[in-house]
DNA sequence: CATGAATGAGCCTTCATTCAT
DNA sequence: TATGAATGAAGGCTCATTCAT
């Protein structure tokens, strides 16, 4: 067998692989975890069942390689966001159009109850906490963190907040409201409409100590501390 | 028969009842509506699966009497605590303390997601709509939103404010930080400190008098524009 | 209890039990033996499960019930109807078309089949050929069988007739093309022309023989039997 | 693999599905459709319950292959007979006895009946019109009401014949008196005995010239309106 | 006599997984 | 590697019947 056909075969592979998760995640999005046997899943794309167990040993793993992917996505998508936008208020509105973008095309709803679903019902699982899928999460999770720090250390948004329960009022305000929008297929400026609601009361509690303290506003801040970092930038270039 | 052996056997098949459901809320939190048979759950309730189903004629039937009974609950108790509290921002505290306090004595965590899973899985319910279930939980949303629009009334609040996000944040982050809670039989002051993090940002961004800081000026907004120029720059600058 | 309380209390019983056969024989036909619950039967005559019981000792003693009493009412129709008709073919087209209604009215087909089911089926009742039904049945055909004993004897009929097969033929073309009739709401015009249809090539078969030999016809062959008769009971008379 | 190999494993899966069918057929026709749980045919089959869901999705599936198949058995059993025999009278015994043997061969008393009881039990079937069962069985009448017509044209009986009595006739008294052949295993002779029983009377009365007679003149009638009163009063004198 | 709660065996069917080919 | 026939445990649910009240 030569490179090519390696190559050829290779790719084959991973197209079935793709196929079956594909399939996997459609189904499970409609039917449910449970609802959904691994024939169908198999039938629909257009493998056989020994096949499908050729590729995932378990349903369950199957499972988590989706959500694995799921998390992927979420976390590339994200950071590459990040990286082209600079404003902290800029980000989150981001951040919450992704979240939501991603969780609906993929119909994921039900895939991100499964996460917590499986957590529980297969906590049999006892490597779950070294999981890959834990791994995401957390990688995931410290984006949003690392938004927050960073527009903490910039001095957009107060000091004094509790990360933890900014990051569960992002996630959970965005997920609650969710159900409504899914179902029928909303238009992009519902979803628009639903993150701006979101994200802005937090914004404005982000910030709301600040306006009444001092005089100092928040863009005379902004510009004090880039004069601070491109001065520090420039002591840096001087050394080298 | 008098009236004494009435109730007595009244109460004893409202016993069993309660036994079967009580149970089955164990038995669906710790493995989850699937993976719970009702042989298991007759067997934990110390009847045999015959006498389940004459009880409750379905699966399914027994999880809506437990997440009704459960709305039931929660109903009854919010508005028993309203009642007796005046102050808006301690009605709000008092029912995110409710909320999770019940949701996490039933070791509802299941339950309550189970029910958003099942409005999915099952949604060939096609009455779902009508359902007591949905009636339940408009009404309890309800509560929410009077305390809110109360506080409105009397001056304590903003009035601009979007319901139905500060409905989201306000759910969506009391559950979502629940899961770390759960697991470890959580003190009562955690979860107080979990109440009073997720409360405070949403309770200070109902107050914010946006119209505070002043017509936004073109001046403020090109400044920030030029905040944003320069941190860019810096990044880049970094970066190489 | 006096007798009056009596009477009203065993009516009572009689009414209940007409109640619950009656209930049971429209489900029966309705959705077969087997597709009938108790329950169902209990509700449809609105008495409790324990009461059914009470009267029936068993699901399967209940259909003997119905079956004997459908019996019993076709015995007695038939014979009835063969006393006050003295022709040997209106007899058979009267036997015809009282069974064909009775069938039909008790939406009886089902009993019908649920009768030779039940010989097959419920073969462990091995005191089957000694029960009532059994005995009604044979009882039933003789009525059948007399009158084309009693045909023969006046002439009407050959004598050389095979009986059991032309009961065959009889009962059996008749259910035969039952099932074609059920279903609508059939006509008692087309209840007649299916009898007329059975019945009609049959008589044919049993005259066909006579009609070729001799010049002696049938109505020759009345006349002369019913004067011989007539000249018995004058002879008789005048012994008394 | 080569053809040979394909062709062992595709008798394989046949000889499968065909000792199911067998299976279920002997313990249909010994005990009932109902009386006979799919564990047992599986049993009796030698395979496990799975493979026989495998092969047939729903126990009601088996029984329509079964019928069917019982059916084509008799189709093409009757098709080839009709075609080596030429007479009318000779084609009717042959198709009678060769309708017997199969239905008492088979045991197949019971699918007989369960097809007509299915067509009642099961009748929320609402394809059943368009179903195989229900052509073959069209397709299996239709050889007879052929053989028939044949003879009609032939001018071996008479053209005013009600074909759907004459079939009722046939197929009915057939049936009707097969029970009494069943439980003991009838010798040919028997069969051959009821055959001649049945077809005989039926084949005269295809055959009786009705205008042989010669047109039933007034005076016949008025004789037998006379002998039918002077019976009426025999049988009045006899009972007093 | 009447009730209806209680029973538990048994039913048909599904399903993830294995393995010979 | 790919197949799909085979498995058998388990699932939700039904039902005729019993029995304490």
Redesign the interface.
């Known amino acids: 067998m030569n490179r090519t056909e390696l190559n050829k075969s290779r790719s084959r592979l991973e197209q079935r692989e793709a196929d079956i998760m594909n399939a996997a995640t459609s189904l499970f999005a409609e ?2 975890f ?2 959904t046997s691994t024939r169908k899943i198999a039938a629909a794309a257009g493998v056989s069942e020994g096949t499908l167990f050729h590729y995932f040993a378990t349903k369950n793993v199957l499972l988590q390689a989706i959500l694995d992917n799921f998390y992927a996505e979420l976390i590339e998508s994200a950071q590459e966001g990040i990286r082209k936008i ?2 902290t208020r800029d980000r989150l509105l981001f951040l919450a159009r992704n979240h939501l973008r991603i969780l609906m095309d993929q119909q994921a ?2 895939a991100r ?1 499964i996460q ?2 499986l957590s ?2 297969v906590n049999y699982y006892r490597d779950y906490k070294n999981s890959l899928l834990h791994q995401l999460n957390y990688r995931y999770t410290r984006i949003f963190d690392g938004v927050i720090m960073e527009g903490m250390e ?1 001095g957009y948004i107060r000091e004094d ?2 990360l ?6 992002f ?7 969710m ?2 929008l899914m179902g029928r297929k909303s238009s992009k400026k519902k979803i628009d409409a ?1 993150v701006e ?2 994200v ?7 910030q ?2 600040e ?2 303290a001092g005089g100092k ?1 928040v ?1 005379d801040s ?2 004090e501390q ?2 601070e ?2 001065e520090k ?1 420039a002591a840096r270039m001087e050394k080298s």
Not at 171 to 177: I, K, M, T, V
Request: glycine share 12%.
């Open positions: 039917k449910g449970h609802g600079m404003g709803l039900m109850l917590v679903y529980v019902d910039r907040l509790e933890s329960a900014i990051r569960d009022l996630f959970g305000g965005l997920e609650y409201g159900r409504t639903h609601a979101i802005q009361p937090l914004w404005e509690s982000m709301v100590a306006t009444t506003n863009t902004r510009l880039a004069c970092r491109l930038i």
